[in-house]
């Protein structure tokens, strides 16, 4: 039964034009768990592929319109990594090789037993399986390592924000990022850039709330010579520096209704003039805006533009308060911690059990930037003390054992993969979607602490 529902999530397609060989091997792939789709033509298939499908292809060769061979081709140039396997009659053998050598996965003899058909079924689900985990962690060390901002944490909703990210980094929609203060909106909005096509062009920001309502205008827009008074040189606004790459506007809820007006006029044109100019100048640029209340519902209050609110949430990401991943804190004070140690020069103090525990069960209302404020504190301070969450000074005299930070990121490492085996009842597939963890990590991390699975049902 265990198998059946972990085979249920790879679904199958079915090519054949002989109705008998698709009623029978599709029973016979349903029977042993799988989501079968049977299909008449090769036509229909390429509508339901795409490079990130999980699933694995059958089709026969001989085929009215497009055959097999060309259906081979057609997916191929979607994702060569596609599993597909070939259904042959006796004299297609020279065919089929030659369709092997092309890039198929393997081929079926007509008539072919039930067992063949699920044994060449299951090794090519198996090495699909592989090829998106791969492709899965590729991307995932890339965003942990790359150069410039980075996305740090392994928490489920963290490891879901990056994929999402990558999917989106190069879409030309603008994005609404919304999340509490110190959350990490400008970081995001950073990392979005940075990642795209954009990057090599400028990323400019500006904080709505922190600019004057009457010079607010003309930074985004600019102005030229002899606009208004004091406007003694033409300056060059925040939309035209911003062209080419991107503007981050955070706190948007803080721009005056007028000036949302004119916004709008400007995501719906990719065009401006400058103030006092009659001049359009066209823009290419995305536009990430970030707030940390509910536009929707400023809007309802008739606080908030509601066609902006509708115009900027295209795109929507949520970044989770800090509270809600408590499995990365270790993880995200380790590196503020070794960032604040270079920038001061300073070695890093050893961190005591109680410390670390602290930090768990502490709520965060600064959320990451009260975590890497409270890191650097700690490394300036020394070995002598720690801080509270009111930032007073609380000398450390109870004379206890202390635990090496990544002694303590291991323990609670450990701690946090046993608690999710027994969440899942040492059930694999689930601990790794509970933990967002490539397979082979969570394999080594399981036997580095001495985990075995069976322990937990």
């Given at each position: 039964m265990s198998m059946n529902k972990n085979l249920a999530c790879r679904p199958i397609i079915l090519v054949d034009d002989e109705k008998h060989i698709r009623l029978a091997a599709g029973q016979t792939l349903e029977l042993a768990g799988?989501?079968?789709?049977?299909?008449?033509?090769g036509e229909r298939v390429l509508e339901l592929l795409s490079d990130d499908w999980?699933?694995?292809l059958i089709s026969d060769i001989n085929m009215p319109g497009m055959d097999g061979l060309e259906l081979l081709e057609r997916v191929r140039a979607i994702d060569a990594d596609l599993?597909?396997?070939?259904?042959?009659?006796?004299g297609d053998i020279s065919m089929a090789v030659s369709a092997m050598r092309a890039g198929a996965y393997d081929f079926i003899e007509k008539p072919f037993a039930a067992d063949l058909l699920l044994d060449v079924v299951r090794r090519a689900m198996e090495k699909r399986a592989l090829t998106i985990e791969n492709r899965r962690l590729k991307l995932e060390l890339e965003a942990q390592s790359a150069p410039g901002p980075r996305l740090l944490g392994n928490a489920p909703a963290v490891t879901q924000l990056r994929r999402l990210l990558h999917s989106i980094a190069d879409a030309p929609a603008d994005i609404l990022i919304q999340a509490e203060t110190g959350a990490g909106k400008d970081l995001m909005a950073r990392y979005i850039h940075e990642h795209s096509g954009?990057?090599?062009?400028?990323?400019?920001?500006?904080?709505?709330?922190?600019?004057?309502e009457s010079l607010i205008e003309s930074e985004l827009f600019?102005?030229?010579?002899?606009?208004?008074?004091?406007?003694?040189?033409?300056?060059?606004?925040?939309?035209e520096h911003a062209n080419g790459g991107t503007l981050f506007l955070d706190e948007i809820e803080s721009m005056p209704?007028?000036?949302?007006?004119?916004?709008?006029?400007?995501?719906e044109e990719r065009a401006i003039e400058r103030l006092g100019s009659n001049e359009v100048i066209a823009l290419n640029l995305r536009v990430i805006a970030a707030t940390k209340t509910d536009l929707k519902t400023l809007a309802a209050r008739g606080e908030f533009r509601e066609d902006l609110y509708y115009r900027l949430n295209v795109v929507r990401l949520d970044i989770p308060p800090l509270r809600e991943r408590r499995e990365d804190i270790g993880l995200l004070f380790q590196h503020f911690a070794l960032v604040a140690s270079a920038q001061y020069n300073r070695e890093i103090p050893t961190l005591s059990a109680e410390r670390l525990h602290s930090l768990m069960l502490h709520d965060w209302p600064g959320n990451v930037r009260e975590l890497r404020n409270l890191a650097e504190r700690y490394v300036l301070l020394g070995e002598s003390g720690s801080f509270d969450f009111d930032n007073r000074l609380i000398i450390d005299n109870d004379g206890g054992a202390t635990l090496s930070l990544p002694d303590q990121v291991e323990r609670f490492e450990k701690m946090l993969?046993?608690?999710?085996?027994?969440?899942?009842?040492?059930?694999?597939?689930?601990?790794?979607?509970?933990?967002?963890?490539p397979r082979k990590t969570l394999y080594d991390k399981m036997k580095k602490y001495g985990l075995d699975k069976s322990d937990f049902k």
């Open positions: 799988y989501d079968v789709t049977t299909l008449e033509r999980n699933g694995v599993p597909m396997i070939l259904i042959t009659g006796h954009r990057r090599d062009h400028n990323f400019v920001a500006i904080n709505c709330g922190a600019v004057p600019g102005h030229e010579k002899g606009a208004f008074t004091d406007a003694r040189t033409r300056r060059i606004g925040k939309f209704l007028a000036l949302q007006i004119k916004l709008l006029r400007v995501l993969i046993q608690a999710a085996l027994s969440r899942t009842g040492g059930s694999i597939r689930d601990t790794l979607e509970f933990l967002g963890l």
